[in-house]
């Protein structure tokens, strides 16, 4: 199991950009396929995207292709989901998520979550 803790959401602006950090606890990080995922209000939770163990491969929704980069350290257990050119779109509850897979693109592979966090973006 793999503890989660998500961080760098708030409110910002039209254009603005934003990198969400998730620290992940336990010696197996390195093992674990991450992803992010999003749930907009009165939405479905979505995939984001995902990267993979070694962090060699990613992954992302067609919605978010050119303007969210995902990246891991796997020497700070942290994964992080940079967010360039924020719309008023892209407002929602943010969460990580942890695959034994070292390869996850579905969300039923992710068994671990964090609590999420709140990004909100003005026009």
């Known amino acids: 199991q793999v503890q989660l803790i998500e961080s760098g959401g708030g409110l910002v602006q039209a254009g603005d950009s934003l990198r969400l950090s998730c620290a992940a606890s336990?010696?197996?990080?390195?093992?674990?396929?991450m992803g992010w995922f999003r749930q907009a209000p009165g939405k479905k939770r979505a995939f984001v995207s995902g990267?993979?163990?070694?962090?060699?491969?990613?992954f992302y929704a067609d919605s978010v292709k050119g303007r969210f980069t995902i990246s891991r350290d796997n020497a700070k257990n942290t994964v992080y989901l940079q967010i360039a050119s924020l719309k008023p779109e892209d407002t929602a509850v943010y969460y990580c998520?942890?695959?034994?897979?070292?390869?996850?693109?579905?969300?039923?592979?992710?068994?671990?979550w964090g609590q999420g966090t709140q990004v909100t973006v003005s026009s």
């Open positions: 990267i993979s163990a070694s962090g060699g491969s990613t």
């Open positions: 998520a942890a695959s034994p897979r070292p390869i996850a693109a579905m969300e039923r592979d992710y068994v671990d």
């Open positions: 336990g010696r197996t990080f390195s093992r674990y396929g």
